[in-house]
């Protein structure tokens, strides 16, 4: 009985909002240092606001080792099918200089997904 009532609380755990990190990479660990910085931040102020219902995703960090390992194309079919999975997307700075986050716009745009974007504060 205990054990259904474990089971049956799991069950009602709300669901988290995927939200995927769109921003400039090119290889560069500088980039890569960067959006790190910004993810943190983000979680930061959602702390601070109370959030508690969002996981940040990034491709850089799942798939950066990979940048100079598989062709361009290939990793970017990959970032595409990860954002598939995601409820949100926003975009970090710079993203509009990145053929690749021009990209993930455009397909995020296209699912109708909705769309954030962060600006840093100096």
């Not at 290939?74 to 926003?90: A, P, V």
Request: with cysteine.
């Amino acid at each position: 009985m205990l054990e259904q009532n474990i089971c049956k609380r799991l069950m009602k755990c709300h669901k988290k909002r995927r939200v995927y990190v769109s921003a400039k990479y090119g290889g560069k660990q500088e980039n890569k240092d960067i959006i790190e910085k910004q993810i943190k931040k983000l979680i930061e102020y959602d702390k601070e606001m109370g959030i508690d219902d969002i996981i940040y995703i990034s491709p850089v960090h799942c798939f950066g080792y990979l940048y100079d390992v598989v062709p361009y194309e290939e990793g970017l079919d990959m970032c595409l099918e990860l954002l598939k999975t995601c409820d949100e997307i926003i975009f970090l700075d710079s993203w509009q200089t990145s053929r690749g986050a021009n990209i993930e716009y455009g397909f995020a745009k296209g699912m109708k997904m909705p769309m954030y974007y962060k600006t840093s504060r100096k």
